[in-house]
């Protein structure tokens, strides 16, 4: 079994979700692949074998450490990019009006703050998940407070990345752990509270309920004015990589060299 994203290791009951979420073998004399010590750690605990365990790292991830880094000038207009999370079907709780209804409220304070900024472009990367929710109701939200905003369905995330000054995302993704990897300082608001819950294994954040408006406004503003601040997002993502992916750019030679030895 190899990993294929990361995982909600410390949400309440999560191992009770392997069966269908698959994060760990279901039979224990199975070998599996692990991104990094965190998962390798949590399989253990659960009762995989340590010699089962190949802690090779994520060869999907190989692309973006060998992509430029590129920093945005301060001074020039910056782009904002964006990222709409999906809401998990991992319990009922997910799936209520009131998650829907702080999702839309999510959706109003990122547009609405970013329409007062001045000298900002905004582009919007849908999940691929739900996408037919997204394209008939979010995008019309988005439209309706500031119809300059780029929607893009599909694109080359490395290189929308690397055209970003920061990134913003509504829920906990994966694409924070790569933001991480390309240097750019993030920030999270969360529609469904249970992503409180988890320990940030998606990638460095500063997460704000959509009841922390004002809290997340000057954050942002922070961000994109105090170079400080921006530097010291940048500087704990690379921290978090470091401690969470082994094998920085050289996953698939490691996990190629590995396999040839069978």
Not at 138 to 162: A, M, P, T, W, Y
Not at 182 to 208: C, M, W
């Amino acid at each position: 079994l190899m990993q294929h994203a990361t995982y909600y290791l410390s949400f309440p009951d999560y191992p009770k979700h392997n069966p269908l979420l698959g994060t760990i073998p279901l039979y224990k004399d199975k070998k599996m692949i692990a991104w990094g010590n965190l998962v390798n750690e949590y399989a253990i605990e659960n009762g995989i074998k340590k010699e089962n365990i190949i802690v090779g790292g994520s060869i999907r991830h190989d692309p973006y450490f060998h992509a430029e880094k590129i920093s945005s000038s301060s001074n020039e207009t910056k782009t904002i990019l964006i990222i709409l999370g999906a809401l998990d079907q991992r319990n009922v709780d997910t799936q209520s009006i009131e998650t829907y209804e702080k999702y839309e409220k999510c959706l109003q304070i990122i547009f609405k703050t970013l329409k007062k900024i001045p000298n900002v472009n905004k582009v919007v990367k849908l999940h691929p998940g739900q996408m037919s929710w997204k394209t008939i109701q979010v995008e019309s939200i988005i439209r309706n407070i500031d119809s300059s905003v780029k929607i893009i369905v599909d694109g080359d995330l490395i290189k929308l990345l690397q055209s970003s000054y920061m990134v913003i995302s509504i829920g906990i993704t994966t694409v924070l752990m790569e933001a991480n990897i390309l240097e750019k300082p993030t920030l999270t608001l969360i529609a469904d509270n249970q992503d409180f819950l988890s320990v940030l294994s998606s990638g460095h954040t500063v997460r704000y309920s959509s009841e922390e408006s004002r809290k997340f406004e000057k954050h942002l503003i922070e961000i994109l004015t105090n170079k400080s601040i921006y530097d010291e997002s940048v500087k704990k993502g690379i921290k978090f990589v470091d401690d969470y992916l082994e094998n920085h750019g050289t996953a698939s030679e490691y996990l190629a060299n590995f396999i040839s030895k069978y």
